[in-house]
Nanobody, 128 residues
């Protein structure tokens, strides 16, 4: 089992930037594919970005492509989400999770049902 903890959220104006961190601890934390999701008030959890265990593959939702960058430092067991050019519609609770290895990451990275060990999330609020 892996424990994850998100940090780095906050309140910014539109056009601003934030960098979220997802610190993983536990058995072989750096050997898992990881994903970021977000949940806006009254809405379901939606895919934001995902990264393979080696960082060789990254995936993004169309809504954040070109503005967000996912990366990882396996020596620190940490996954990052750099968010630039933030928009009010990016306002949500952002959570990271571990992709379950029994599924195929390259085809199922966007499904929240393929992930486990969710963190508590970090709030991101973007004002216009």
């Amino acid at each position: 089992q892996v424990q994850v903890a998100e940090s780095g959220g906050g309140s910014v104006q539109a056009g601003g930037s934030l960098r979220l961190s997802c610190a993983a601890s536990g058995r072989s934390a750096s050997s898992y594919d990881m994903g970021w999701f977000r949940q806006a008030p009254g809405k379901g959890r939606t895919f934001v970005a995902a990264i393979s265990r080696s960082a060789g593959s990254t995936y993004y939702a169309d809504s954040v492509k070109g503005r967000f960058t996912i990366s990882r430092d396996n020596a620190k067991n940490t996954v990052y989400l750099q968010m630039n050019s933030l928009k009010p519609e990016d306002t949500a609770v952002y959570s990271c999770a571990v992709f379950q290895s029994l599924y195929t990451f390259s085809t199922q990275y966007a499904s929240p049902y393929r992930y486990r060990d969710w963190g508590q999330g970090t709030q991101v609020t973007v004002s216009s």
